[in-house]
C-alpha cells in the first residue's frame, strides 16, 4: 500500500515538472522569437514523441517516393529527416530549410553520424525560401506552421517552390504548444491556392496532405 502511494506521489509530482516546463517553454518561446529554442530540442525526440507521432507512420502519411526532391521545411534536429532521406533513395534529394544556425548544425551532425549523404541541411527562411520555382516534388512540415509569424507568406513561398501537382504534407501535434487545429490548416491552405486530397488522423494529431494544383489563391 505505502509502495503504491509512493508511486502516486511520483506520478504527480513527475507530471507537474512536466507542465511546468512546458508553461517555462512557452514563455521562452514568445520572449525572444516564435521558433522553437534550441535548448528545447531534447523535446522533439524522445520516447512520448515516438509514440504519440511514431516515425514511420507519420512519413507514410506523407507518400514520399524514391527519386523525389523533398523540402523539409523546420526539420529541427532531424526527427524526420533521416527516415525521409532513406526513402528518396540516392536518385531522389532531401533539402532541409531552417531559420536556426543551431537546428541546422545538430540536422548536420545527425546526418553524417547516420551515413546520410543525399540530405541538404540548409539555414534558411520559410517566408523566402532559398529554392528556385517549381524545383521540389513534396514539401513537409511538422509542428512548424504555428511558428511562422506570416503564415499565408510562408504558404505562397511553398507553392512557389512546389512543381504543379506537387504535394504538400502538414503535420500537427499535441502538446506542441503552437499545434495548430485541422480547420485552420485547411482554410489557410484553401487560401493559398491548395487542394485538399487527405487527411489522416493520429493519437494526438493529424496529417493533411494538398495539392499546389488548387487555382489562383484567393483574394
Ligand atoms: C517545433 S520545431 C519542429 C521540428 C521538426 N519539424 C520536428 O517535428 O521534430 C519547429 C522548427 O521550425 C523552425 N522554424 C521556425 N520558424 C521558421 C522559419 N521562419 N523558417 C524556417 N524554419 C523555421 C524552428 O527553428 C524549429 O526547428
Redesign the pocket.
Known amino acids: 500500500m505505502r509502495a503504491l502511494f509512493l508511486l502516486l506521489r511520483l506520478v504527480v509530482v513527475a507530471w507537474a515538472v512536466v507542465s511546468a516546463l512546458w508553461l517555462y517553454s512557452l514563455t521562452q518561446r514568445y520572449k525572444s522569437s516564435?521558433?522553437?529554442p534550441y535548448s528545447w530540442r531534447w523535446m522533439?525526440?524522445n520516447l512520448p514523441r515516438r509514440v504519440v507521432q511514431p516515425l514511420r507512420s507519420t512519413v507514410d502519411s506523407f507518400h514520399i517516393d524514391r527519386g523525389k526532391i523533398v523540402l523539409?521545411?523546420?526539420?529541427?534536429?532531424g526527427?524526420?529527416s533521416v527516415e525521409v532521406a532513406r526513402r528518396v533513395g540516392p536518385e531522389g534529394r532531401l533539402v532541409c530549410?531552417?531559420?536556426?544556425p543551431e537546428?541546422i548544425g545538430a540536422l548536420r551532425r545527425r546526418l553524417l553520424r547516420e551515413g546520410v549523404s543525399n540530405a541538404l541541411p540548409t539555414v534558411?527562411?520559410?517566408?523566402a525560401l532559398p529554392l528556385a520555382d517549381c524545383s521540389v516534388d513534396c514539401a513537409f512540415?511538422?509542428?512548424?506552421l504555428g511558428?511562422?509569424?506570416d503564415r499565408p507568406k510562408?504558404l505562397a513561398e511553398l507553392r512557389r517552390v512546389l512543381k504543379p501537382g506537387g504535394i504538400l504534407s502538414i503535420a500537427e501535434t499535441l502538446p506542441?504548444p503552437?499545434y495548430q487545429f485541422p480547420d485552420v490548416v485547411r482554410d489557410l491552405c484553401r487560401a493559398s491556392g491548395f487542394r485538399l486530397l487527405e487527411h489522416h488522423r493520429c493519437l494526438l494529431g493529424f496529417t493533411m496532405n494538398f495539392a499546389a494544383d488548387g487555382g489562383a489563391p484567393a483574394p
Not at 72 to 77: A, M
Open positions: 516564435r521558433a522553437c522533439l525526440d523539409e521545411l523546420g526539420p529541427g534536429p526527427y524526420f530549410v531552417d531559420i536556426q537546428m534558411g527562411d520559410a517566408l512540415l511538422v509542428t512548424v511558428e511562422l509569424p510562408a506542441d503552437d
